[in-house]
Nanobody, 123 residues
Framework: QVQLAESGGGLVQAGGSLRLSCVAA????????IGWFRQAPGKEREFVGA????????YYADSVKGRFTISRDSTKNTVYLQMNSLKPEDTAVYYC????????????????WGQGTQVTVSS
């Protein structure tokens, strides 16, 4: 069982930055890949990016590539989503999710989910 908790969301102006954190309550954190997803009102949940169990590989959706960066600190059981140059269209609830070892881009491939954190970008 993996429990995930996101934090760091909030209200920011366009062009600003936020860093989201995803803390995992699990002994074997390093065995899990972590994905980030987001869901805007009235829209489907979409893939943002993911990081492999080792942190050696990261993947990003085209919409955030070059603006968002995912990293992990295994000493803190935490994965970060650094979001720069934020746009109003980035407004959504952001979720982290976990699955064993290899990252994936489809939400149904993840076994565990956090509750989400709201990010609002004003124009």
């Amino acid at each position: 069982q993996v429990q995930l908790a996101e934090s760091g969301g909030g209200l920011v102006q366009a062009g600003g930055s936020l860093r989201l954190s995803c803390v995992a309550a699990v002994r074997t954190f390093s065995s899990y890949a972590i994905g980030w997803f987001r869901q805007a009102p009235g829209k489907e949940r979409e893939f943002v990016g993911a990081i492999s169990w080792s942190g050696g590989r990261t993947y990003y959706a085209d919409s955030v590539k070059g603006r968002f960066t995912i990293s992990r600190d295994s000493t803190k059981n935490t994965v970060y989503l650094q979001m720069n140059s934020l746009k109003p269209e980035d407004t959504a609830v952001y979720y982290c999710a976990a699955r064993p070892f290899t990252p994936a881009s489809r939400d149904y491939e993840y076994d565990y989910w956090g509750q989400g954190t709201q990010v609002t970008v004003s124009s």
